[in-house]
């Protein structure tokens, strides 16, 4: 059984390096990036691009989008009750092998030893559909982002807003000297989002209707 859960792992890893590796592919190479950008384009420009007008709440319902489909799939792949029990499971270790440390009592501390790839099975068992997810990431989510950064540097109108304290910033500038001030606002408006729909759908997994839900997108194997 362990020697299946390490290749299962392995497996896991493999799929992620060859993700990152097809997604760095994608971004370096300019052909590929216009292709899926003008693909894109004919669809969410329509929906969020408002004819360039207002690249702002563009920027800001894109940021929606892919916060909301990250932690859709994040959450679809991810058994919050069996990550729970393993973050307890772990804790429970950790404190009584720190008090088998203390007291030197060297008969309890060689027993939680031979327990201790159990925890580490059940932990890292436990956190694997997030990694799953990571497909579904890579697939729907980068090409989304790949067309925000086309949109932005082709469609729109003006490239300046206001906020309340500063006048004429530019959507382009580097205000926050290691990234545009466009993705600035992308980051903060995804990250309050992300929080939302998060904890959102963290109180939807302990309904019963939920479950049936993720049960019947991913019915059991057993």
Do not use: C
């Not at 929606?64 to 772990?90: D, P, R, Y």
């Not at 990431?137 to 950064?149: G, N």
């Not at 939807?204 to 839900?213: A, C, E, K, P, T």
């Amino acid at each position: 059984m362990r020697k299946l859960d390490d290749v299962a792992q392995t497996g896991q890893m493999l799929l992620l390096m060859l993700l990152l590796f097809v997604m760095m592919f994608i971004l370096g190479d300019a052909n590929i990036r216009n292709l899926v950008s003008s693909s894109l384009n004919t669809v969410f420009a329509p929906l969020v691009g408002f004819g360039g007008a207002n690249p702002f709440l563009t920027i800001v319902l894109a940021g929606i989008v892919v916060v909301f489909l990250s932690s859709l799939f994040t959450h679809l792949f991810t058994n919050w009750k069996a990550m729970g029990q393993a973050q307890e499971a772990s804790k429970a270790f950790n404190k009584e092998l720190t008090k088998a440390r203390k007291e030197g009592n060297n008969n309890r501390l060689q027993k939680l030893m031979k327990m201790q790839p159990q925890i580490m099975r059940m932990t890292t068992q436990s956190s694997g559909g997030m990694m799953k997810s990571m497909f579904f990431l890579f697939l729907f989510i980068a090409p989304i982002f790949i067309w925000l950064t086309f949109f932005l540097g082709n469609s729109i109108s003006y490239s300046f807003f206001t906020v309340p304290w500063a006048t004429g910033v530019s959507l382009f500038g580097r205000d926050a000297f290691i990234m545009s001030n466009w993705f600035l606002m992308y980051m903060i408006f995804s990250y309050l989002a992300g929080s939302l729909i998060r904890q959102g759908l963290k109180w939807m997994s302990w309904s019963n209707r939920w479950q049936h839900i993720r049960n019947t997108i991913r019915p059991s194997t057993k």
